[in-house]
Structure formats: C-alpha cells, structure tokens
C-alpha cells in the first residue's frame, strides 16, 4: 500500500473536485519553505514547515520542554540498515492543519534543522511535518491558488493532460515508513529518481 498519494499540479478544473476535499489550509511559500499554520495538543497554535521527502517528522528541540513533550524510546524506530544515535522521540499529541483529523506524531528532535528554517523565515517554526504525519492520506498541494487540500474518495484524473501529472510512489515493504520516491521524472532528457 502506498503511503499516501501527493498530488502537485492542480487540473483547471479543480472545482469539479471540491465535494471531494475534506480540508483546505493556505500555505506560505517562503524562503524555498513550505509553512503553515498548525495546532498542536489540538489547541496550542504554531506554524510547522512541511517536507514530505523526510520520512520522519523534526520537531525543534528547544520546544519539547516549552509544550512539555513526552519523550519515548522507540527501540525499533529506525529503519534496518540504517545508523541514528538514539531512538528516542519525541511525542507530539493532537497535530491538526485546519480541519483535518488530529494526529499523534512520535518525532525526531534536531534543534539545527528547525532552527535554520526559523532564521530563515524570521519566526519561531515548531518543527517540520514529514511523511509519517501524511501516512494513508490524499494530499493535494495547489501551489497556484497556496493550499493544501486534504482528500477523500478521490481518484486520479486520467494522464495525458498537460495540466496533470501524476507521480506514484515507490513502495518498500521493508521501510516502516516511506520516502516519496518517483521515477518518472527526467533531466536533461533522462530519467532520474528524486522525492
């Protein structure tokens, strides 16, 4: 099963769909960042990043004692094959992007990361949203119109419209969580892997 499905490219149609979206929330494109305004502990207000090619979500570390975040050890939270110093992670309860369900995220901490993007855009980011918080999601970016679109019962629109692109995931059976790796996309004229 395919984590989730990321759709980048709106049709001109995309009203057609809208009996279809569950939740729509604008986003800021800044800096080279995608930033939106979240709640965490379903209440508390923040503003996130989002980075879908991270397969785990990064929450500053600087903020787990601010929003009294529980830490647990996850003895198998990384992934075979791969090396990480610790699998201690912090619990973030109750993230919601506007009317999408809440969400329990276990989260890596690195103070770097979201440190820099926060320099970046000159304000306090609370942590970046990776591919674990869109697990089993549909999940429209509409970077014309800035929002993000949340979809149920949704299929995809036939290829061959040159408005449409439609870019599968490769499945890992291994990974416990999946990057959004795709191959059909070329450079140059040839064919490259990216996220």
């Known amino acids: 099963v395919v ?9 001109p149609n995309c009203e057609s769909f809208a009996q279809q979206v569950d939740s729509e929330i604008p986003f800021t494109f800044e800096k080279g960042h995608i930033i939106v ?8 207000p923040v503003e996130m990043a989002i980075a879908t090619g991270l397969e785990r979500s990064i929450v500053g570390a600087g903020n787990i004692p601010k929003y009294n975040l529980r830490l647990t050890f996850i ?11 610790s699998s201690e992670l912090a619990e973030v309860q109750g993230i919601r992007l506007g009317d999408a369900e809440g969400r329990r995220v ?5 103070g770097n990361m979201v440190n820099t993007i926060s320099k970046d855009i000159g304000r306090e980011i609370f942590a970046v949203l ?3 918080f869109f697990k089993g ?12 679109r949340f979809l149920s019962n949704w299929k995809a629109p036939k290829e061959g419209s040159e408005s449409v692109a439609i870019l599968p995931m490769l499945v890992d059976s291994m990974q416990p969580i999946r990057r959004p790796i795709v ?4 450079f140059n004229g040839k064919p490259i892997k990216t996220l």
Request: glycine share 4%.
């Open 75 to 85: 003895p198998d939270a990384i992934p075979p094959g791969r090396s990480d110093p």
């Open 183 to 186: 191959e059909r996309v070329s």
């Open 137 to 148: 999601r549909t999940v429209q970016f509409d970077f014309k119109k800035k929002v993000i």
């Open 37 to 44: 305004a979240a709640k965490v502990k379903d209440t508390e």
């Open 130 to 132: 990776g591919a674990d």
């Open 106 to 110: 276990l989260m890596r901490y690195n």
């Open 3 to 11: 984590a989730s499905l990321i759709w980048f490219l709106a049709p």
